[in-house]
């Protein structure tokens, strides 16, 4: 997904764009030029046409900023996946030293409140 939207992004350069018009005009064979490259002509066409509908201009997109940005927010979402994790580990532990102290003095265990996962085929 990631390496389709770089070559959207890449193919709404402007040089891309006069690459290919450019080269459609000095082909001697312009039919043929545009059958053989009419998949990436049209990747640059739409590309270009979804960004500017997303209210963005193509001429003045910085891949490289956004491609860091997205590389910052993996790495955020990786550390808080992690840190979910991590908490879910301990709260299991801590309450099976609740339950393990309340039989210890003699009490039922209670049940888990809030954080049971329902199964919605059971139902």
């Known amino acids: 997904m ?24 000095k082909s001697k064979d312009p039919e043929r030029y545009y059958q053989a490259h009419s ?10 046409e979804t960004l500017e509908k997303a209210g963005v201009n193509p001429e003045t997109l910085n891949l490289h900023d956004l491609e860091s940005k997205y590389e910052n927010l993996c790495n955020d979402r990786q550390a ?20 393990q102290l ?3 003095m003699g009490q039922e265990a209670a049940p888990n409140i809030g954080r049971e996962k329902a199964n919605v085929r059971d139902k």
Do not use: G, M, P, V
């Not at 808080?80 to 339950?99: F, G, M, P, T, V």
């Open 39 to 48: 998949y990436d002509i049209h990747l640059a066409w739409s590309a270009a």
């Open 2 to 25: 990631q390496n389709q939207i770089a070559l959207q992004f890449d193919f709404c350069n402007n040089t891309e764009k006069e690459k290919y018009a450019r080269n459609y005009k």
């Open 102 to 104: 309340l039989s210890f």
């Open 80 to 99: 808080a996946s992690d840190a979910y994790k991590k908490a879910e580990r301990e709260c299991e532990n801590l309450q099976n030293l609740r339950d």
